[in-house]
């Protein structure tokens, strides 16, 4: 990976939109050089996919938690199951540690959370963190 190369997915990173144009100037190079590089990338499946970044508080949306589960009486595939059918899940990896799996979900109201865990509580022991802001975000 030589700094040409991390410098167009830092760019990149930033907006995935952006022209090859605009990424060359950037980069100091030609847009079919960019464009060349971008596609050896994605060949190398460096760039695995391009996304969106969504406002879930925009969207009415404007509670975030963090939350731990520690899967109960062996029940991983029903507890897999079930996120996978939750559409205010974000990401849900399975970690090593004290707890089986790490979660992050978006809600309504603080009584949907209560009935998110409420739920989660057949499968899992639950710890949820709220999150107050994120010191990344742009």
């Not at 090593?96 to 409420?118: M, N, T, Y």
């Amino acid at each position: 990976m030589d700094f040409i190369n991390e410098t167009i997915l830092k760019e990149l990173k930033k907006d995935s939109r952006i022209s090859m144009s605009e990424l060359g100037r950037r980069v100091h190079l030609s847009a079919p050089a960019v464009r060349e590089r971008v596609r050896q990338l994605e060949e190398q499946q460096i760039i695995r996919k391009y996304t969106l970044d969504i406002n879930m508080k925009a969207l009415g949306f404007p509670i975030e938690a963090i939350i731990e589960a520690t899967i109960k009486n062996n029940r991983y595939a029903d507890f897999k199951d079930h996120i996978m059918t939750c559409t205010n899940v974000d990401f849900c990896y399975r970690i090593s540690g004290e707890s089986c799996f790490l979660l992050k979900a978006h809600f309504h109201s603080f009584p949907d959370v209560e009935q998110f865990i409420d739920e989660l509580q057949l499968y899992a022991h639950t710890k949820s963190n709220f999150i107050f802001s994120d010191i990344c975000e742009d």
